[in-house]
């Protein structure tokens, strides 16, 4: 009779998923699932609703929680289904009083409408705080929030209207998580947030991320691994690149939020920084870490794209030199200002994806291509896979216990994954 959480979206969720089972189990919650939703895409919000429907087909006694950015952003949708018992809001899923409040409204019995829902509104909370976690279940490598929220407002983007405004956490707390995550056995830690590079702009003396890195590096020498969750490039400080070129365990590999190669969408999507931005960005990094790899998020068929346009993003992938790509046909988020402009039609919009991940796998093999004969030093995250320090990932021979750093010979590739001798 247990709290079982599931889990959609990014590293952050991840995070405080962890600390959203300690809660509900610490409030007598039993037999419950939790939802910790993701509403970065239309598809993740489909996806979140079909999972709560299976669930409940599954276990029809149990009672469901939905809490996360789908339901903050969406709240009516998952108040009006039935297999759900209630509905909590970004803030309240990792306040104790509110999986009390929870307890008591499934204590009285039914749910209905009335009762289902605990969304307050998120553009309200101040506070940078962090839940603190032990460690991450079944998981290799740790992840510790830094930061929240986002003071930026993309046109595509409802990130914000889920996690509210950028709040950043306090750098002694965030280093002594990550001390007791590696304490507690995790070898690998990534430093997650909404958008990393704003951290330290609203604590005394406005640290930036980079002084953070290298506080946390100085200050927790038990850590073998740093890796840092998305950036955007334009926003990285000088100190954040110097640590790059220095430090041999913050690892070598970034991922960018570019989302388009034409600067006439990034103007319309209301990014800050232009293609020749991030061209120079990559080309920099690459002088101080000639081991970097860089992975992004691109968005195909944002709306307005000419195939001009769209050929931009495809060159700035080559331009750039990105070994993974993260491809998102775009998606219109209910309330955004892109959800408003005229859309590319949908069949272009699939086959510019689909145009894009064709690129990324070419630049993948000739990533992989040129890891056979190196030896490698990889986490293992299961017995037979891991991932090397520009996190590609590696099938394992021997066994490994997971959450161990092991070198290994690479032996081949099968255009997904290393193979270890
Ligand atoms: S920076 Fe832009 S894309 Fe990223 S979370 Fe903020 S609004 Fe969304």
Redesign the pocket.
């Known amino acids: 009779m247990t709290v079982d959480v599931v889990t959609f979206g990014c590293r952050l969720n991840a995070f405080e998923s962890e600390a959203i089972r300690r809660r509900a189990e610490a409030a007598g919650l039993a037999d419950t699932v939790v939802v910790n939703s993701c509403a970065v895409t239309g598809e993740a919000v489909r996806q979140t609703r079909q999972a709560i429907r299976k669930l409940k087909r599954e276990r029809p006694d149990a009672r469901v929680v939905v809490t996360g950015c789908a339901a903050q952003t969406e709240t009516a949708t998952f108040v009006a289904m039935p297999e759900v018992d209630r509905v909590l809001g970004n803030a309240e899923k990792l306040s104790d009083d509110a999986w009390t409040e929870t307890r008591a409204v499934f204590a009285r019995g039914a749910v209905d409408a009335s009762t289902k829902a605990a969304v307050d509104d998120i553009m309200a909370v101040r506070s940078g705080a962090a839940p603190v976690i032990d460690g991450i279940e079944g998981r290799a490598r740790g992840f510790v929030q830094v930061q929240n929220g ?1 003071d ?3 046109t ?2 409802i ?2 209207f889920g ?1 509210g405004n950028s709040r950043s956490v306090a750098m002694a707390d965030v280093i002594a998580q990550v001390r007791r995550l590696a304490l507690n056995g995790h070898a690998e830690v990534v430093l997650t947030g ?2 990393l590079t704003s951290y330290g702009a609203d604590l005394a003396g406005a640290p930036r991320l980079g002084t953070l890195v290298r506080r946390v590096l100085a200050e927790v020498p038990e850590l073998p691994r740093l890796r840092l969750s998305s950036i ?1 490039s334009v926003e990285a400080d000088d100190d954040l690149l110097a640590a790059l070129a220095e430090e041999k365990r913050l690892m070598p590999h970034l991922h960018l ?1 570019l ?1 388009a190669g034409d600067d006439m969408i990034l103007k319309r999507m209301k ?1 800050r920084h232009l293609r020749r931005d991030a061209i120079d960005f990559c080309a920099a990094v690459r002088r101080l870490r000639p081991d970097i790899v860089f992975g992004a998020d691109i968005i195909a068929g944002f709306p307005t794209e000419t195939e001009a346009m769209f050929k931009s993003s495809l060159d700035l992938v080559e331009a750039c030199g990105l070994t993974y790509l993260h491809v998102f046909p775009f998606s219109p988020r209910p309330g955004t200002p892109a959800a408003r402009m005229p859309p590319v039609a949908g069949h272009v919009v699939k086959e510019r994806a689909m145009r894009l991940r064709t690129l990324g796998d070419a630049l993948l093999t000739r990533h992989l291509d040129g890891e056979i004969g190196h030896e490698r030093a990889v986490l293992a995250e299961t017995g037979t896979i891991g991932r090397t320090e520009q996190f590609t990932p590696v099938r394992l021979t021997g066994g490994a216990s997971p959450g161990t750093l092991i070198d290994v010979l690479i032996a081949g590739h099968d255009g997904r994954r290393l193979l270890a001798a």
């Open positions: 986002c930026h407002r993309c595509f983007c990130i914000p996690r909404v958008d955007d939020s989302q990014r």
